[in-house]
Structure formats: C-alpha cells, structure tokens
Nanobody
C-alpha cells in the first residue's frame, strides 16, 4: 500500500510558476508514477509520467516545454515544476503511482493522492 500526499498548489497569475510535490509513505513507490489533473466539469486527464529510474518521461502535448516532472526515489518524492502557467492549467492536480508501464491511462494507476488545487488567473 502506498499513501500519496500532494502539496504546493495555490493561486498564481498567468505566466507564473508553481512547483508541486508528492510525498509517498507506507512503501517506496518504485513503479511508474505520474501527475494528472481535473478541471471542474471535466474528466481527469494525464499531465506527465516518469519511469522508475527517471530515464523515460512522457508529457501531455499541452504542457510540453512548460512542465517538468522529476522524482527522488531516495526520499520517495515526485515533483512537477510548472512554468509559464495559463488559465487553462487551472485544475486539481493529482499524484498517481502503481502503474506497471509508461501510460496516460487513468485506470492504470493504482494509488492516488487527495489532490492539490492550482488556480491560474488571467
């Protein structure tokens, strides 16, 4: 079992930056891990994922060049650096773990955090 806790969300103006963190406890998250987001009235969508050793990374097209995913396996942490934020990035951001392959599919991830709100004002 893995417990995930996100932090770092908040309110930022368009063009600004935020860094999200996800801490894992209970068991090291040695699997593929990723970030998803869900805006009001929309389905949860993939943002980025990273392989066990950080060698393979996948981004959703809308965040490429603006967001960077990274992981610290020693301290069981996952990060999402978000730069040049846009109002369309406003959503609750979720950390996810437990996938057995690199994938964008929501149901491939077993463990989920409670989410952290990111609001980008125009």
């Amino acid at each position: 079992q893995v417990q995930l806790v996100e932090s770092g969300g908040g309110l930022v103006q368009a063009g600004g930056s935020l860094r999200l963190s996800c801490s894992a406890s209970g068991r090291s998250f040695s699997s593929f891990v990723g970030w998803f987001r869900q805006a009001p009235g929309k389905e949860r969508e993939f943002v980025a994922a990273i392989s066990r050793k950080g060698i393979s990374i996948l981004y959703e097209d809308s965040v490429k060049g603006r967001f960077t995913i990274a992981r610290d396996n020693t301290n069981n942490k996952l990060y999402l650096q978000m730069n040049f934020l846009k109002p369309d990035d406003t959503a609750v951001y979720y950390c996810a773990a437990g996938a057995t392959a690199m994938t964008k599919r929501v149901n491939a991830y077993v463990y989920w955090g409670q989410g952290t709100q990111v609001t980008v004002s125009s």
